[in-house]
C-alpha cells in the first residue's frame, strides 16, 4: 500500500553481488572473508605502477550463470571501463567495471505478492572489482584502510524502476539472493556485504507522466533496513514536496539505530566518473556454442522448483515459496520428506508444515539459519514418520521435538526413554473412555441431548488422563460409540 495516496513510489536497486570465486578479478589473491587486515593483496591489486590485470575466467562463467537465470541477453562482445574517483580505499583511483558494454542486458524475475505476481525488470548486470573498505569505529582522530577486499569480484545487478513499494522492493531481494544462492555464484550474507544493495527512490504524483528526483540510499546492511529505509525516505521526500521544497539528488547514508538517513553527498552522474575504455584488458568476446554450455549446467532455481513442489507435492504456493528461499532450505526440506516417504505414510504437506512452522519458527527465535538447525533434516524427517505411522500423536511430537532441538538425539530414543509412545490398543482406550464417562455425567447428558460440542471436552479428558499418550483418532471413534 503506498505511503501517501496521491504519490506514487517509484524505487530501483542497485545489487552488488561478490562472487565466490577462489581468487580476485585480476590478480591471484585469494578472495576470501575475515582475514587479517591487508595480508590478502598484492601488487596488482594493490595498484602498483606498472602491473597488467589478467582476466578472471571463473568470474565470466558465474556471469552468464546468473545471465541466464534472469532471462537476461548475454552480450558476445563486451569492455571494460575505467570509473574513476578518488576515496582512500581505492588504491588506484579509478575502479575497473563495464560501462555502455555490459555482459549481460534485458533481464527480469517475478516476485509473489498477496494479490499478484509482478515482473521486475533488470536493466543490466556488469562486472567490476570492489573497493577495500575505511574502518573507523574505535579509532580517534583518524581511519584505517583494509585493503583485503580490493580486486573482488562483483556483480552488480541493476534493476528497473518497476518496483513501488518497500514490500516489492524486498520481495526482489528476496528471489534475487535465493537465485545466486542456488546458482552458488555469491553466498548472499548481507551482514558481511557479500551481497550490498543500494536503492534509488523516488516519489511522484498519481498520474505524473514523468518520475520524480530520485536519491540514493546506501549503508543497507539487511533487507529489513532496505525496507524501513525507504520508507522514511518516501515519507521525508512527500513531506519535503508538501512543505513547499524540492527534492534534491543526492547520495544519502541510512542509519540503522536512529532509523533515519542523512545526507552524504550530492549524486553524481556518469559524467562525473570520466569513463573511458580500459587500456589493460582487451574487449571479452564469448562464443554462442560456450554460452549454451554454461547453460547446460543450470540447477534447477527458485521457480521451477517452487513449481514442482506445487505440482508433484501439492503444495501450496505460499509453503512452496517458504520452502525454495534458498538452496538450503530447500534441500532440508527434501532430505526430510524423503524419511517420511520411506516409512511409507508420505505427506509432504505434514512435513512441509513442520519445517515452515514449528522448525523455523524456533529457529527464527534463536536467530538461527536453516544450515545453524541443531535438528538434522533425517532427525525431523524421523519424527513427522512416527506422527503419520500412529507411533505419537502431534502432541508429542512437539515435545520431542524441543528435546531434539535443545539436547539432541534420536527422536526413537526420545520416545523410547520417556515412555511417550502413543497408546492405540482400544481395549486400554475404552477402558479410559469409561473412566472419563462415568465421572462426567452431566456433559453426558449434554452430549445426548444434542450438544455435540461437549465431546471436544470429553476427548480432553481422556487425553489428559493418558497423559496425551491415547491415539485421539481412536478416542475420538470409541467415545462416539460409547455416548451412542
Not at 575475515?34 to 596488482?44: D, R, Y
Not at 520428506?337 to 515452515?356: D, F, L, M, R
Not at 491415547?470 to 455416548?483: D, F, G, H, I, M
Request: hydrophobic share 35%.
Amino acid at each position: 500500500m503506498p505511503i501517501d495516496p496521491h504519490y506514487e513510489t517509484v524505487i530501483g536497486l542497485e545489487v552488488h553481488a561478490q562472487l565466490l570465486t577462489q581468487s580476485k578479478i585480476f590478480c591471484g589473491c585469494p578472495n576470501r572473508f575475515g582475514a587479517q587486515a591487508n595480508t590478502q593483496i598484492c601488487p596488482v591489486c594493490s595498484g602498483f605502477p606498472g602491473v597488467l590485470p589478467v582476466m578472471n575466467r571463473e568470474m565470466v562463467t558465474m556471469a552468464i550463470k546468473t545471465g541466464l537465470a534472469i532471462n537476461g541477453t548475454i552480450r558476445t562482445y563486451s569492455e571494460f571501463s575505467r570509473k574513476n574517483y578518488f576515496y582512500p580505499d581505492s588504491p588506484t583511483g579509478y575502479q575497473i567495471s563495464q560501462y555502455d558494454l555490459p555482459i549481460i542486458e534485458h533481464g527480469e524475475l517475478f516476485i509473489d505478492l498477496p494479490q499478484e505476481r509482478k515482473r521486475i525488470g533488470v536493466t543490466r548486470i556488469h562486472m567490476e572489482v570492489d573497493a577495500g573498505k575505511s574502518l573507523h569505529e574505535g579509532i580517534v582522530g583518524a581511519s584505517w584502510v583494509d585493503l583485503n577486499r580490493v580486486g573482488t569480484p562483483l556483480l552488480e545487478i541493476v534493476s528497473e524502476p518497476d518496483m513501488r513499494s518497500s514490500e516489492e522492493a524486498g520481495a526482489y531481494l528476496k528471489k534475487l539472493r535465493a537465485i545466486v544462492r542456488f546458482l552458488e555464484v555469491c553466498d548472499g550474507n548481507m551482514e558481511e556485504g557479500s551481497f550490498r544493495c543500494d536503492a534509488n527512490v523516488s516519489v511522484r504524483r498519481y498520474g505524473a507522466p514523468q518520475f520524480g528526483t530520485r536519491a540514493e540510499l546506501k549503508n543497507l546492511n539487511s533487507i529489513r533496513n532496505v525496507m524501513r529505509a525507504i520508507d522514511y525516505e518516501v515519507d521525508r521526500q512527500i513531506d519535503l514536496i508538501e512543505g513547499g521544497g524540492e527534492v534534491v539528488q543526492e547520495t544519502r547514508l541510512w542509519d540503522a539505530n536512529n532509523n533515519i538517513s542523512r545526507s552524504m553527498r550530492s549524486k553524481e552522474d556518469a559524467h562525473d566518473y570520466r569513463y573511458f575504455p580500459e587500456p589493460d584488458l582487451p574487449p571479452l568476446t564469448l562464443e554462442v556454442a560456450h554460452i549454451e554450455q554454461i547453460r547446460q549446467t543450470l540447477p534447477e532455481l527458485p521457480d521451477q522448483m517452487a513449481a514442482r513442489f506445487q505440482k508433484t507435492l501439492e503444495l501450496s504456493e505460499y509453503d512452496a515459496g517458504v520452502l525454495t528461499a534458498s538452496r538450503e532450505m530447500a534441500g532440508y526440506y527434501e532430505e526430510a520428506n524423503a524419511i517420511v516417504t520411506q516409512a511409507g505414510k508420505a505427506s509432504p504437506k505434514a512435513t512441509a508444515n513442520w519445517v515452515t512452522v514449528e522448525l523455523l519458527g524456533r529457529l527464527n527465535k534463536e536467530g538461527l539459519s536453516i544450515e545453524e538447525s541443531p535438528v538434522p533434516a533425517k532427525s525431523l524427517g524421523k519424527l513427522v514418520a512416527m506422527i503419520q505411522t500412529g507411533e505419537i500423536s502431534g502432541k508429542i511430537a512437539k515435545q520431542v521435538f524441543a528435546t531434539l532441538f535443545d539436547e539432541g538425539g534420536e527422536p526413537e530414543k526420545i520416545v523410547a526413554d520417556k515412555g511417550l509412545k502413543q497408546l492405540s490398543d482400544s481395549g486400554a482406550i475404552e477402558a479410559e473412555v469409561e473412566k472419563v464417562l462415568a465421572a462426567n455425567p452431566e456433559q453426558v447428558e449434554q452430549y445426548r441431548g444434542g450438544k455435540t460440542k461437549v465431546l471436544g471436552f470429553l476427548v480432553g479428558q481422556v487425553m489428559q488422563a493418558t497423559r496425551g499418550k491415547a491415539n485421539p483418532a481412536l478416542v475420538n471413534t470409541v467415545l462416539k460409540q460409547k455416548l451412542g
